[in-house]
């Protein structure tokens, strides 16, 4: 089963920057793309950004230019750097990641979630 620990998140000011941070650890054969999604109160959950391991990377619209996703290279961790922040950035920020278990079945999971907020 595959874990994820996230970190980071808090409070900033309106413009400012925060980070967060997303390992996986148990058992897995692959993790084929890791992300970060966010779920607004009141909202449905939506894509933040997205790497696969091959490094190709997704931006929501609403981020581009502002937030930086990367990962390491053994890919059990990603990183979101979030830069410029707007109040309508706040909310719980959800780690995600997809891949397959050492049966080969495929596996999509989520993290605890770690809220973000941004005061105008």
């Known amino acids: 089963q595959v874990h994820l620990a996230e970190s980071g998140g808090g409070l900033v000011q309106a413009g400012g920057s925060l980070s967060v941070s997303c390992t996986a650890s148990?058992?897995?054969?692959?993790?084929?793309?890791m992300g970060w999604y966010r779920q607004a109160l009141g909202k449905e959950r939506e894509l933040v950004a997205r790497v696969t391991s091959g490094g190709s990377t997704e931006y929501a619209d609403s981020v581009k230019g502002r937030f930086t996703i990367s990962r390491d290279s053994a890919m059990n961790t990603v990183y979101l750097q979030m830069n410029s922040l707007k109040p309508e950035d706040t909310a719980v920020y959800y780690c995600?990641?997809?891949?397959?278990?050492?049966?080969?079945?495929?596996?999509?999971?989520w993290g605890q979630g770690t809220q973000v907020t941004v005061s105008s």
């Open positions: 148990g058992s897995f054969y692959t993790i084929n793309g």
């Open positions: 995600n990641a997809v891949g397959y278990n050492p049966d080969f079945k495929s596996f999509f999971t």
